[in-house]
């Protein structure tokens, strides 16, 4: 069964159970009226848009609490059509034309990454306000709240500039912190750590490495560097380049559907695709405006249509194609 048609079953059974039980018309009649406009409250709870969306709450920008304000990560949320925003003050998220402030946590989140098989699942690291790191944080409800799951292998308290989970097997985490990756087979409660064959500490990714893991290997990993494009097949422990013409690559992504697809952003080309695992690239870059400074660092794509991808650049602007990268508009 293929990637794109294992995620359909577990959307739906998510909607399933977020849906609730079926009701017989006896148990129905049962709860009309006062009881059940209590129950449609209570729903309502769970999503954008309900009375219990204070959690979600609707801003003009991502500096309209604290500026300067900057993005250090997105993502896709195929199921609610919503893009997420990791910045210097906490989680953004933008749905339709709204943009929101997603809970109460306003750390720096350095690090962010989303479970590929369910995106209520959100990971972050980074530093909180007061100074220190936070080691990687966890959170089930959409980023609403989160708990500490990891500190670190030893007495450091990480800080994961870098993240990135396999949709091949969620439970492969890795992060990039001081020089080393961290591999995690447990869905980031616990780490090995290790200075990797071949690749260099520094990166275009606030520091280091940018890194994606692979749709159909969660032992291969790809990594956005000054030197090209590179990649483990080992877990991380040691890299080789797999396509240097790229000259300096800083944002990659590969697809959770599609093994074969890779989107960065390259020296060479601008944003970029490949269709055979990194060999050969086509630029994308459209119509997307580069200015001074405003490389793409992040890329987060729709599992379930190619021509959807979503880029976000050092200068605080993302933008959106739905047609492949031909046409680019900016959402943020």
Known sequence: MSNRATRQQRRTERQRKKSGPAFSPTVLAAIAGGAAILIVAALLMFWPGGDAEASFEPVESIEYEYSPNHLH?????????????????????????????????????????????????????????????LGLLHSTDEGLTYGQIFSGVADEVVDFHAMTISAADPDYFYGAFMGQIYRSQNRGHDFVAFEPEGLDSSGLCWGVPCLAASSDDPETVFAGTQQGLLISIDGGESWEILNSELGQVAAVSAHPSNPDRLV????????????????????????????????????????DDDDQMFAATMNNEVFETTDGGETWHRIV
């Open 264 to 303: 960065a952003y390259t020296e060479a080309m601008g944003l970029a695709v490949s269709e055979d695992r990194g060999q050969t690239w086509e630029s994308r870059q459209g119509d997307m405006p580069v200015t001074e400074g405003g490389f793409v660092f992040a890329i987060a794509l729709n599992p």
């Open 73 to 133: 990560g997105i993502g896709y949320d195929p199921d609610n059509d919503r893009i997420y925003l990791a910045s210097h003050f906490g989680l953004f998220a933008r749905e339709g034309d709204q943009l929101f402030q997603v809970g109460d946590e306003r750390s720096d989140l350095m690090g962010f990454s989303m479970n590929p098989e369910d995106p209520t699942e959100i990971f972050v690291s980074g530093h909180p306000q007061g100074g220190g790191n």
